[in-house]
């Protein structure tokens, strides 16, 4: 009967361990993230001319990328390689503008 008692709670004792290593290992997924999100975040300021306004997050082949919306139609290739959305489309819609001296 000891014996049976001591099987048992081993058995539970290792169901503990399991469920404590799945959450650490969770955990340090959780921070690999967000560390790499810390670190995309800081990258802003690699634009030290934009404002921050002006920034976007956008998309290359589903990778993140800091796109300053004032000089995104001055670096067609860029623009053309991010992901198609909304801003994307009205930026690639205004490369083409042209402005007379008489529309003012």
């Known amino acids: 009967m000891w014996a049976m008692a001591a099987a048992s709670e081993f058995k ?7 469920k ?7 955990l340090q997924e ?22 921050v306004g002006n920034m976007f997050v956008k998309y290359i082949d589903g990778k993140k990328v ?4 004032q000089n995104i139609t001055h670096d067609r290739e ?3 390689k991010l992901d198609t959305d909304n801003d994307v489309s009205q930026w690639i819609d205004d490369i083409d503008i042209k402005f007379k001296d008489n529309d003012w």
């Open 30 to 51: 959780d921070n690999k993230k967000l560390q790499e999100e810390l670190e995309f975040y800081k990258g802003i300021s690699s634009f030290p001319n934009a404002l």
């Open 78 to 80: 860029l623009l053309h």
């Open 20 to 26: 404590i290593i799945d959450e650490n290992n969770k």
């Open 12 to 18: 539970n004792s290792k169901m503990e361990i399991k």
């Open 66 to 69: 800091w796109v300053d919306s």
